[in-house]
Each structure stands twice: as structure tokens, then as C-alpha cells.
């Protein structure tokens, strides 16, 4: 389903900016209607959908993927926003500028979302912003948090981000010391099992060749 916004600004461009807008809950099917619902929503431009979503590093939260396609989420509708004359550096240039304010771990359901950077974004690019029951369920948990579900608390990122090297370095070191951690295990375990399985197996070979003596000592004299 494709929507369209009136543009005020940036009529000259000829590059379409489009919301894909997807369902956080089923309950959307309902609330839609109501003009309310939970969303998750993704800039689509030149081919490229951008978003934002929760991590646990200070790093950016905004991540670019497949359009209408984000992982984890019910795609529900686009909506053209409005046309740029940005080239694609161009609009890079402008989502790594919004990567500092927009951190993975600052996302906040109700005040730092996915929606609040693709109105950010939107505005850049276009001048207009997105229609507001978009993120309209923040508006109204700013005013009583109690009606946001503590489920949707924050959208998990789970495709490439604008900036992942911090991140990625430190996954790669956590695996390491997991790594070093566990095989000392091995080794320490190994060591211990080994040192006691010793004893026991030299008192074996001790009690085997006191078995067959005595055995031969059983044994009767030949008759003659």
C-alpha cells in the first residue's frame, strides 16, 4: 500500500523519500483504524531503507537494510514523504550526522525511538515531516507510561549499523576471554582428572599382580 504527503520543501528534487512503516503488534490490526498502534518505521531512499533501533554500546543505533523487509517486524504500508536532490553520499553524509544523537543505548520507546529519527531524517531530507499517528502511542505514553507494554520496551537491531567497528571489536574481545576462560577450564579440569585418575590406575596394576601371585601361590603342588 503506497500513501502520499503533500511536500512543502525540496520540490525541485527529483529522488523519492519514502516511511515504510511496519507493525510492532497485533494488535495494530485494531488500533490502526483508532489511529493509534505500536510502529516500527525505516526511511527508504535510493534504494536503501534506514532505521534506528536498541543496542547495548554507545555506538550509533541507525542501520541501513533491504527496503520493507526489516527483520523481526510486520510490514504494513509505504508512505512517500516527499523528494530530495540529495545524491547518495550525500544522504550517507546526512545519517552519519544523526548517528551521534541517535546511540544505541539512548533509545527510549517514548522519547528516542525508530519513529523520532525517521522524522528527524524525513525533515532533512525533505522538509516534511511523518504523519503523526506514526508515532502517535509515544505521544501519548510521554503523558501516562502506563499504556505502553513493557514488550516493546525497545526495537532490537539486528542488521548493519552506520558505524559497527566499536561494537564489533568489543564482541570480538568478549569471545576471547570467553574462550581463554574455557580452556583454562579444560586444562585445569584435565590436569585434575588426570593427577587422580594416576594412583588409582598404578594401585590397579599393583592389586592385578598381587591377585595373580597369590593366585600362584594357591595353586597345589603336582602329585608325583
Known sequence: MLCTKASRENEAGTVPVYLNVYDLTPINGYAYWFGLGAYHSGVQVHGIEYAFGAHGYPS??????EPKKCE???Y???ILIGKTSMEQAEVRAVMEELAGEYRGNAYNLISKNCNHFCNDACVRLTGNPIPSWVNRLARIGFLCKCVIPAT???TKVRHHRIEDKPCEEEEEED???KVTSDSNRVI???SSSSSS???SSSTIRRGRSRNRSRRRRALPPSSP
Not at 60 to 65: D, L, P, S
Request: hydrophobic fraction near 20%; avoid cysteine; glycine fraction near 12%.
Open 60 to 65: 550509533t543505533g541507525i542501520f541501513e537494510g
Open 72 to 74: 523481526g517486524f510486520t
Open 152 to 154: 516493546l520496551n525497545s
Open 197 to 199: 585418575l594416576s594412583p
Open 188 to 190: 585445569s579440569s584435565n
Open 175 to 177: 569471545k576471547k576471554k
Open 76 to 78: 504494513r504500508k509505504t
